[in-house]
């Protein structure tokens, strides 16, 4: 009996120092790890881009327009053998008509410089170098072709912005704005309106590769006007 209740001790006593080993070893290996890494955080452009994609819906100057200016805007760009901030260039092509929406649109103030003024605010925490806004604010206030823009990320952008009202993607956005109720715009409407931006839009481009754009772009809209007013007794059917 007593030999038995010794081995009994006996097994007892190696198994709690085994279980107090297991248990130190444990702590060392938990005290040694390394620390959970954190998910690094979402690029800022992922972000620009996403707020775009809900946000800024509309026919002629949604998303996929600020995706063909950034697009064009680098182009050109290139062709020039200029650099640009391509930061710059990104934050201002995918924002430059953010206050032409709700609730970012201000009565009697020029969206450019409505968008110009509060982009910092949409910006702000996104990751974006903040260092950069005054550069960006001056893409945006410019873009519009009938403004005068002042750097490189604002002149490429100044000139993909006003390319973009002509040729078959300008009768495309303008097309898209008219009315299907036969409210404003109207068909006719719509043909001033592109006929305004043939007279207007070509002066105003600035870059020599946007300038050697202009050929192609203006003939395919002048042809589609033309042939357009021949089909609807001048535009008097449309």
Do not use: C
């Not at 444990?26 to 881009?49: E, F, G």
């Not at 409210?183 to 600035?206: F, T």
């Amino acid at each position: 009996m007593d030999t038995a209740v010794t081995a009994v001790r006996s097994y007892l006593a190696s198994a709690t120092v085994l279980l107090a080993l297991a248990s130190v070893a444990l702590s060392i290996t938990a005290t040694a790890a390394p620390p959970t890494a954190k998910a690094p955080p979402q690029d800022w452009r992922v972000t620009v881009h996403r707020f775009a994609e809900i946000h800024l819906k509309h026919p002629a100057w949604g998303l996929s327009h600020s995706q063909r200016d950034y697009d064009l805007a680098r182009t050109l760009a290139a062709e020039d053998h200029v650099v640009l901030d391509d930061e710059v260039l990104y934050a201002a092509a995918y924002l430059h008509d953010v206050a032409a929406f709700a609730p970012y649109e201000k009565e009697h103030v020029d969206h450019a410089d409505e968008g110009a003024r509060i982009v910092d605010t949409l910006l702000q925490d996104t990751g974006f170098p903040m260092s950069k806004i005054e550069a960006v604010r001056g893409a945006i206030r410019t873009h519009m072709f009938a403004r005068d823009p002042v750097g490189p990320e604002a002149t490429y952008l100044h000139d993909a912005d006003a390319l973009d009202w002509l040729g078959a993607i300008g009768v495309a956005r303008i097309f898209g704005l008219v009315d299907p109720n036969g409210g404003e715009p109207d068909g006719p409407r719509a043909v001033k309106m592109l006929q305004d931006n043939l007279a207007k839009v070509p002066p105003r481009v600035i870059s020599t590769a946007g300038r050697a754009r202009l050929p192609g772009r203006t003939k395919e809209l002048q042809e589609f006007l033309k042939n357009l007013g021949a089909e609807s007794e001048t535009f008097h059917t449309l």
